[in-house]
């Protein structure tokens, strides 16, 4: 009987194991979002706005340094965040407050998050 016992606490141990993986898996999954710095993020914009090899092909685009995660994020990159990565739903305001939109900052290849880079 105890030989019986011994082998059962194992497997009993195991099972909670594979299940605690599952729901932690599931927990970061669901509740951490995901990152919204990538190169395909660039890549997206680059392609929309035909910005290859310009000074918008940047991460200073939507950060305030060149390796930055959300912490470092500038005005322009917290309202293209906010908006899902949504490049248009974003092309009408003024991120950085320098009384030019967004879209008009960046068809004049001016970072859209930083009021002391305005169009000339």
Do not use: W
């Amino acid at each position: 009987m105890g030989k019986q016992r011994a082998t059962r606490v194992p497997k009993v141990l195991g099972a909670v194991s594979v299940l605690s993986a599952a729901i932690s898996a599931v927990g970061f999954a669901v509740v951490s979002p995901p990152a919204q710095s990538t190169p395909e993020l660039q890549g997206q914009f680059n392609a929309k706005y035909q910005m290859r090899g310009s000074k918008l092909d940047s991460c200073m685009t939507c950060h305030t340094q060149q390796s930055g995660g959300k912490e470092y994020l500038n005005p322009y990159g917290t309202d293209l965040s906010a908006a899902g990565g949504d490049f248009a739903a974003i092309e009408g305001k003024d991120s950085d407050g320098d009384g030019v939109t967004n879209i008009d900052e960046i068809k004049a290849e001016a970072f859209p998050g930083d009021p002391n880079d305005k169009p000339k």
